[in-house]
């Protein structure tokens, strides 16, 4: 049989209930979460398999989808099927508590983890880009990023605002899969947004969802707009058709200073997803196919460029930061290779040399600034599914988080907001921070909703790889870690194996997601409550040790707050013994 060469809505369509497809709730989960992943209503651009971020992927082509969709079907629950980049390679006897899938995206010997040589493979078939929660299955849509949008602001609101955004206006860039959130999150906030997006139809795609207020295809006219909303302490998002560099030079030439500044386009892919001020849309498609080359150094030019900007804005009193796409990366490349030699400068970019050198990084990231003291005490995106399709499902587990948990104030203020704000997206979803010993109590908790009926079919439990101990990003998670250790990628091996040791339903680990080739390793994992005695054990033991791995890790750079966690949760740090 042959595979379709685009998404078919109807053969691809998440199943719902309790009945099963495959032979036991793990494989079921997998299966619909990989589904639910490519759904319209979740994915940016289905029918080339692209959940979002730039092109992260759930599956590598469409028959490597239908492969992996017959093998979960015939998966035995003592069996796991091994996923290389998005195809199925193999299924090997294991044991009932081993993950059902173990999935391995984007993986590259340092010395060829770059761009340049995974476009070779990818040209070729034999790879694909998973980001970090698109080929690793448990991507919820915009809600997912909300939450960590959310508590980002909401940091920001406390640390700079005395607690709220009202008041503010917030500048950025990029309404994609995980940029969509930003509206949402301010405003949540009481902040004003206003963001610069290129394509219109990213634009109306958060309007329909509700994440966005307004549209404005006029610079001048939305910032007006803007200050407006400012003035009256009004939170309102707007999102205005443009290229974040035409927003910025416009806000320079009217001497308007955002509050905060920051930018979420797809920088951490020059050649996919960013999109060059020097071009439009169609120019844009038409020379990224016919020459990747000069594309990619437009794309260089233009971040060089916005980079600069924003550091002007920042020089005039924005409170800038970076959003985790790695474009200060990117402009710092860009500096080293075109204007530190003047020779080599492009006319594109003539007045470049004016910048001064190395202030590329002069502005934060989110995490150092922002989430890392969140980290310290193991708290991150946890986020879990209803497999029964049922709203109401995910009303019961609200509730219940919401009476487990009544001193985590943030907590219960984001719930409220998101049962009110958040529309759905695919399989009903939540998510929330929650920290050490939180998550195993939650997991428990939701087998049991499981196992009394009080729900309708199993949830599935999850989280982003943008957690406490499952990454190494030296430009975002662990930017500026107090010891140095940046860039070392023992964590997140680490904590894939001990959640394949623990027993986590599927575990994935991953190169590149979020900032691009080279400069992050990372691992997700999923463990399936449905409410057998067997699932118990493991949720105890795999949401116990998957945040644990966080603190330790942080309690090993030296940081006082999570050593002070480890100690209160019974974490044994034998190097601090
Ligand atoms: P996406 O590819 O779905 O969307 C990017 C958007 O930027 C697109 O809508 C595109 O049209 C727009 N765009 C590109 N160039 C532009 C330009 N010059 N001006 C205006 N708009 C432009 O990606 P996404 O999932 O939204 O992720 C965005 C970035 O944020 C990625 O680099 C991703 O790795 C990063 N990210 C950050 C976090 C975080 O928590 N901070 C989490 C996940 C991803």
């Known amino acids: 049989k042959t595979s379709p060469q685009r998404y078919d809505a109807i053969k691809y369509k998440t199943p719902t209930g309790a009945a099963l497809n495959c032979k036991g709730w793990i494989q079921e989960a997998a299966l619909r979460m990989l589904l639910n992943n490519l759904d319209p209503e979740v994915a940016e651009r289905p029918n080339d398999l692209i959940v979002y971020g730039g092109r992260g992927k759930a599956a590598r082509n469409f028959e490597a989808l239908d492969n992996i969709i017959h093998a979960l079907k015939v998966l035995e629950n003592d069996e796991s099927l091994l996923i290389q980049s998005g195809k199925p390679v193999g299924i090997l006897k294991t044991h009932k508590d081993a993950p059902r899938v173990l999935i391995s995206n984007s993986q590259l010997v340092p010395n060829w983890a770059n761009w340049k040589h995974f476009d070779e493979l990818e040209k070729k078939g034999l790879m694909m880009y998973g980001q970090m929660t698109a080929g690793s299955w448990i991507y919820i849509g915009s809600q997912g990023i909300v939450q960590g949008t ?3 602001y909401a940091a920001a609101a406390n640390k700079h605002f005395g607690g709220t955004l009202k008041g503010t206006l917030n500048v950025t860039a990029g309404l994609g899969g995980m940029g969509g959130a930003q509206p949402l999150a301010i405003t949540m906030n009481e902040g004003v947004a206003l963001i610069a997006e290129v394509e219109e139809w990213r634009i109306d795609k958060r309007l329909e969802t509700k994440y ?5 295809t006029s610079i001048d006219a939305a910032i007006d707009a803007a200050l407006t909303y400012k003035t009256a302490g009004a939170a309102k998002s707007i999102g205005v058709l443009c290229n974040a560099v035409a927003l910025l030079q416009r806000l320079i030439e009217r001497n308007i200073i955002p509050d905060t500044l920051t930018d979420q386009t797809s920088a951490h892919d020059p ?21 990747p080359e000069e594309y990619t150094q437009l794309s260089y030019q233009s971040m060089y460029l916005h980079v600069q900007l924003m550091l002007q804005l920042m020089d005039k009193g924005a409170i800038t930061f970076d959003y985790g796409n790695n474009i200060r990366a990117r402009a710092q490349e860009y500096e080293e290779k075109n204007i530190a030699q003047p020779q080599n400068t492009v006319d594109a970019l003539s007045g470049a040399n004016d910048f001064e050198l190395n202030r590329c990084f002069n502005f934060p990231g989110f995490v150092p600034a922002y989430i890392r003291p969140l980290f310290c005490e193991g708290k991150g995106p946890f986020r879990w599914a209803a497999l029964s399709g049922d709203p109401a499902d995910i009303a019961v587990t609200d509730e219940l988080i919401m009476n487990m948990f009544p001193h985590n104030t943030g907590m219960l203020r984001w719930m409220k907001m998101a049962q009110e704000k958040i529309a759905f997206q695919g399989l009903p979803a939540r998510i929330c ?11 428990m908790a939701f087998n049991e909703l499981v196992r009394t009926g009080k729900v309708k079919a199993p949830i599935v439990i999850g989280r982003d790889h943008l957690d406490t101990g499952s990454v190494a990003s030296p430009n975002r998670e662990t930017e500026a870690m107090m010891d140095g250790s940046d860039a070392v990628a023992d964590w997140p091996i680490l904590n894939a194996l001990v959640n394949t040791a623990g027993g986590a339903s599927w575990v994935s680990l991953h190169h590149g997601g979020g900032v691009g080739m080279g400069y992050s390793i990372h691992a997700g994992m999923v463990i399936v409550a449905d409410g057998t005695e067997d699932a118990a054990q493991r949720l105890k033991r795999v949401l116990r040790n998957d945040p644990g791995m966080g603190v330790i890790r942080h309690a090993d750079a030296g940081y006082e707050t999570a050593i002070a966690t480890a100690k209160a949760h019974g974490l044994d740090l034998q190097s601090n013994l």
């Open 150 to 152: 959310y508590e980002t």
């Open 212 to 216: 966005l207020d307004e549209k404005y």
């Open 271 to 291: 050649l996919i997803g960013y999109i060059p001020h020097t071009l439009n849309n169609e120019t844009a498609n038409a020379l990224r196919q016919s020459n």
């Open 433 to 443: 921070w929650l920290g050490q010993g939180e998550r195993e109590l939650a997991g």
